[in-house]
């Protein structure tokens, strides 16, 4: 955590802000190791130049002691966190700030009294300070990913072993929910649509049930220790419908050609134009609805994202998704994803299995 505390000081410094106050979730958990119940009261992690304090009701603060040696400034329900804030300014030396970064995850009241202390500080939000350090993941980090997909790996594989026609969907997902626990991983979300529910990039799972002749598009992620998995995969329920084989061979085209494009200096948009060039040029372009990645850390999505307009230049050690897809209505849908680090020569995916559709049911 000191180490982190002191890189986002230094972020502070290039970038001329004088404090950094977060809320409970992803950034404070990344970066104060802090993970608090989250409620109405407020509860604000504070960075400046000189040090560091934590805002806290003071209901919570014998329970979250035991994660932290980290100052806190409690404060009562009876008298609100108005006279504790102010004493955090002023004792972070902030008083007259200039430039102050607010958690854009953060509640918009909680955010109001900090800007309230501060009237004349600039504000802005996290993506060149405490978003950019998290967006190169370090060897713990990426050795908690890892873990994390081969737990979806076991999942995916568990799924495929029992999965049979007359199944329904949420069925299917049950299985994957189940391989998760028996790995110590506790399911954070799961996409399997069969046939023509597969067209829906965000089909809910439901009570679909599965028929021979279908794909089933499988989209599945699970939290392992802190950090998430997420991964999509096809299956093929017996024979596969008329004209699947031709547009599977686009799509994993199209994730061959993005893998080629990301390396480190390259901007994000380069990357999703590389998968959307290959999709086009086959004439499935307008079936390419969403974006062709998501950076993963803490959260399954958080920056970088990789999309037709983003000007973020890929660095070594971030961790994002690649996950082109084509959306045929009526008939199904095929999307594959990858999890990659990226290395100093390109990316390294983080799953082990294979992208080619998985047959079941026999």
Not at 187 to 213: C, M, R, S, W, Y
Not at 247 to 270: N, Q, S
Request: charged share 20%; hydrophobic share 45%.
């Amino acid at each position: 955590m000191a180490n982190r505390l002191e890189d986002l000081r230094s972020a502070m410094a290039d970038t001329g802000v004088d404090l950094v106050a977060i809320g409970p979730g992803a950034h404070m958990a990344w970066l104060m190791d802090l993970r608090p119940h989250a409620d109405e009261r407020a509860l604000i992690g504070c960075v400046s130049a000189t040090g560091a304090a934590v805002l806290m009701p003071a209901l919570e603060a014998d329970s979250v002691r035991a994660q932290t040696d980290l100052p806190f400034y409690t404060w009562a329900d009876a008298d609100g966190p108005g006279d504790a804030l102010d004493q955090i300014v002023r004792d972070l030396a902030v008083v007259e700030a200039g430039s102050l970064v607010l958690d854009e995850g953060m509640r918009a009241d909680h955010a109001a009294l900090v800007q309230d202390m501060l009237p004349g500080a600039h504000r802005a939000f996290t993506g060149e300070t405490l978003g950019r350090l998290r967006m190169r993941k370090g060897p713990e980090e990426f050795a908690a990913l890892k873990e994390s997909a081969h737990a979806a790996d076991v999942a995916m594989g568990a799924a495929w072993a029992a999965m049979r026609a007359g199944m329904t969907e949420r069925e299917v997902l049950g299985l994957t929910r189940d391989a998760f626990k028996g790995r110590g991983a506790s399911l954070l979300f799961g996409i399997v649509g069969a046939g023509g529910n597969g067209a829906f990039p965000h089909h809910q799972t439901g009570d679909a049930v599965l028929k021979e002749g279908q794909a089933v598009v499988m989209d599945i992620g699970a939290r392992l220790n802190g950090y998430p998995s997420d991964i999509t995969r096809m299956a093929i329920v017996g024979q596969a419908p008329d004209g699947y084989d031709a547009v599977h061979a686009v799509v994993e085209a199209a994730v061959e050609a993005a893998l080629a494009a990301a390396r480190p200096g390259v901007a994000a948009h380069t990357v999703d134009a590389a998968a959307r060039r290959v999709i086009t040029d086959a004439g499935y372009g307008e079936y390419f609805v969403h974006r062709t990645g998501h950076g993963l850390g803490i959260e399954v999505h958080e920056p970088p994202y990789i999309t037709g307009t983003s000007q973020t230049v890929l660095e070594e050690g971030m961790v994002f998704s690649i996950e082109p897809g084509i959306y045929l209505p009526d008939r199904f849908g095929i999307r594959l994803e990858e999890i990659v680090i990226l290395r100093s020569d390109g990316p390294e995916t983080l799953s082990e299995l294979p992208r080619d559709a998985r047959i079941v049911g026999n």
